[in-house]
């Protein structure tokens, strides 16, 4: 009889070098320690012929060199049910709510292949999301990836929370989401708990948290966790699914440190030579099927607020819109603090998918913030009063308009005592409309900031 046997002969952090003389284990395959089969080790690569490196997914203080480990010539699965709606897990579906244990013993691999070409399909079909910025200028279409850059501390989570409310909140019963919390703050995860049960909308929600205090290969391996938890609802459910990945930096940072550990030579930026591959097998399976759709938000960390580096350029061939976070604005105090010129990218920004009067104003828009913009430099030398009439109403205009986009948040009502706001799609286009050709050239630009309507400026 085969033995399944093999025999650790090197320990560098959570990576461990395993021997097997007969009975190779398969890429993925879980190990676990002869002396305590609580210990997890997942085969990452093949290092020669007889020897792997292998990721530790448990404590690492009872392994030592020389000890005996067995291969379960399976992968690392996760529970998958409806058991899992309104609860927090972590990677091995451990609750992490306080609750009881889940029941249910159905699991599936968290290496799930993409669907098929044949059964990915479109659709033009909007998801409103009552933010007025995304939804004029960075609409997303169900089945489609949205990606929300900006460096530290500029509102990337926020906004992740209040799309994620606003959507399940006012498509109540219809659309199931699964949030992937990849390396973040336990305090935000905690606060999102809390949002989503006063908002009454965990019962459609499956939480699974890796925080930043977890060892790389939880964080790593979480977030394909995730994506299977997400298909399941989608492929077996037959439901609409909301996939938040928040945030998707770490998820590239977590297999950049195993990298590290493996002593792989570094890519461009010095990140792991895998990058590419890696945001392929999670985006590949993030898409929309004949029988339901799979629409994705991801929170995007820029590092040093470089967007033109490596890892960020890494995701953005993925993406069908993108909304980008400036400290600039943020420290204007307009909120969400996005560069709407830098966030002008939207595949579903099309006369045939908003209509033509959508499409018509957002670029009217646009033209309108981009002459500003040099104006603006003109206004810093010389003064307004030194720009000719027709101008001097555009840059108004534009100041309106970027004030009009600002927002009061369900998310963060608790922390600015001002209550949140949905505004529809058609009130944005309208408001917007109407401050181009002039309807409010009489108000005064500060009047605009964090209104509902442009109505409520005339009251």
Same mark, same amino acid.
């Given at each position: 009889?085969?033995?399944?046997?093999?025999?650790?002969?090197?320990?560098?952090? @959570?990576?461990?070098?395993?021997?097997?003389?007969?009975?190779?284990?398969?890429?993925?395959?879980?190990?676990?320690?002869?002396?305590?089969?609580?210990?997890?080790?997942?085969?990452?690569?093949?290092?020669?012929?007889?020897?792997?490196?292998?990721?530790?997914?448990?404590?690492?203080?009872?392994?030592?060199?020389?000890?005996?480990?067995?291969?379960?010539?399976?992968?690392?699965?996760?529970?998958?049910?409806?058991?899992?709606?309104?609860?927090?897990?972590?990677? !091995?579906?451990?609750?992490?709510?306080?609750?009881?244990?889940?029941?249910?013993?159905?699991?599936?691999?968290?290496?799930?292949?993409?669907?098929?070409?044949?059964?990915?399909?479109?659709?033009?079909?909007?998801?409103?999301?009552?933010?007025?910025?995304?939804?004029?200028?960075?609409?997303?279409?169900?089945?489609?990836?949205?990606?929300?850059?900006?460096?530290?501390?500029?509102?990337?989570?926020?906004?992740?929370?209040?799309?994620?409310?606003?959507?399940?909140?006012?498509?109540?019963?219809?659309?199931?989401?699964?949030?992937?919390?990849?390396?973040?703050?336990?305090?935000?995860?905690?606060?999102?708990?809390?949002?989503?049960?006063?908002?009454?909308?965990?019962?459609?929600?499956?939480?699974?948290?890796?925080?930043?205090?977890?060892?790389?290969?939880?964080?790593?391996?979480?977030?394909?966790?995730?994506?299977?938890?997400?298909?399941?609802?989608?492929?077996?459910?037959?439901?609409?699914?909301?996939? !938040?990945?928040?945030?998707?930096?770490?998820?590239?940072?977590?297999?950049?440190?195993?990298?590290?550990?493996?002593?792989?030579?570094?890519?461009?930026?010095?990140?792991?030579?895998?990058?590419?591959?890696?945001?392929?097998?999670?985006?590949?399976?993030?898409?929309?099927?004949?029988?339901?759709?799979?629409?994705?938000?991801?929170?995007?960390?820029?590092?040093?607020?470089?967007?033109?580096?490596?890892?960020?350029?890494?995701?953005?061939?993925?993406?069908?819109?993108?909304?980008?976070?400036?400290?600039?604005?943020?420290?204007?105090?307009?909120?969400?603090?996005?560069?709407?010129?830098?966030?002008?990218?939207?595949?579903?920004?099309?006369?045939?998918?908003?209509? @033509?009067?959508?499409?018509?104003?957002?670029?009217?828009?646009?033209?309108?913030?981009?002459?500003?913009?040099?104006?603006?430099?003109?206004?810093?030398?010389?003064?307004?009063?030194?720009?000719?009439?027709?101008?001097?109403?555009?840059?108004?205009?534009?100041?309106?308009?970027?004030?009009?986009?600002?927002?009061?948040?369900?998310?963060?009502?608790? @922390?600015?005592?001002?209550?949140?706001?949905?505004?529809?799609?058609?009130?944005?286009?309208?408001?917007?409309?109407?401050?181009?050709?002039?309807?409010?050239?009489?108000?005064?630009?500060?009047?605009?900031?964090?209104?509902?309507?442009?109505?409520?400026?005339?009251?």
């Amino acid at each position: 009889m085969t033995s399944k046997k093999g025999k650790i002969i090197s320990i560098n952090g @959570q990576i461990v070098e395993v021997y097997f003389s007969e009975n190779k284990p398969e890429i993925h395959s879980i190990l676990v320690l002869e002396n305590d089969p609580s210990v997890l080790i997942e085969v990452y690569s093949a290092t020669s012929n007889t020897t792997f490196f292998c990721i530790v997914l448990t404590e690492a203080e009872n392994l030592y060199r020389g000890a005996s480990v067995i291969n379960t010539n399976k992968p690392l699965s996760v529970p998958v049910d409806k058991e899992l709606l309104g609860r927090v897990i972590n990677l !091995f579906g451990i609750p992490q709510d306080g609750k009881p244990a889940l029941q249910t013993k159905n699991t599936a691999s968290i290496y799930n292949t993409s669907p098929k070409y044949s059964s990915i399909t479109t659709t033009r079909t909007l998801l409103e999301t009552g933010i007025k910025v995304i939804d004029l200028f960075s609409p997303l279409v169900k089945g489609g990836k949205l990606g929300v850059f900006g460096g530290a501390g500029v509102g990337k989570t926020l906004l992740l929370t209040e799309i994620m409310h606003n959507i399940v909140t006012f498509d109540k019963g219809k659309t199931i989401s699964v949030y992937a919390g990849i390396g973040e703050r336990i305090r935000e995860g905690h606060e999102l708990y809390q949002l989503l049960g006063q908002a009454g909308v965990l019962p459609s929600v499956a939480l699974i948290y890796a925080n930043m205090s977890e060892n790389p290969a939880i964080r790593f391996l979480t977030t394909y966790a995730s994506a299977t938890i997400a298909e399941f609802f989608r492929d077996h459910e037959k439901k609409d699914v909301l996939f !938040f990945i928040d945030n998707a930096y770490r998820f590239m940072q977590a297999g950049n440190e195993l990298s590290m550990l493996m002593n792989a030579i570094p890519s461009e930026d010095g990140y792991q030579p895998t990058l590419d591959s890696e945001m392929a097998a999670i985006h590949e399976r993030l898409v929309a099927t004949s029988e339901a759709s799979l629409s994705s938000v991801e929170a995007i960390y820029v590092p040093n607020d470089d967007i033109l580096d490596q890892g960020i350029q890494a995701i953005f061939p993925y993406l069908d819109s993108t909304i980008i976070l400036s400290r600039d604005v943020y420290q204007q105090g307009i909120l969400p603090a996005v560069d709407i010129l830098s966030s002008s990218y939207s595949k579903a920004l099309t006369p045939d998918i908003v209509g @033509q009067s959508h499409y018509d104003t957002a670029l009217r828009a646009q033209s309108l913030l981009k002459k500003a913009v040099n104006l603006e430099r003109i206004v810093s030398l010389i003064g307004l009063t030194e720009l000719s009439g027709e101008d001097q109403l555009d840059y108004s205009r534009a100041k309106k308009l970027q004030n009009y986009m600002t927002q009061n948040f369900f998310a963060s009502q608790n @922390q600015t005592g001002r209550p949140g706001i949905y505004v529809s799609i058609s009130t944005t286009v309208s408001d917007v409309n109407d401050i181009l050709i002039g309807k409010y050239d009489q108000i005064s630009e500060e009047k605009f900031l964090f209104v509902n309507s442009a109505k409520e400026v005339l009251e």
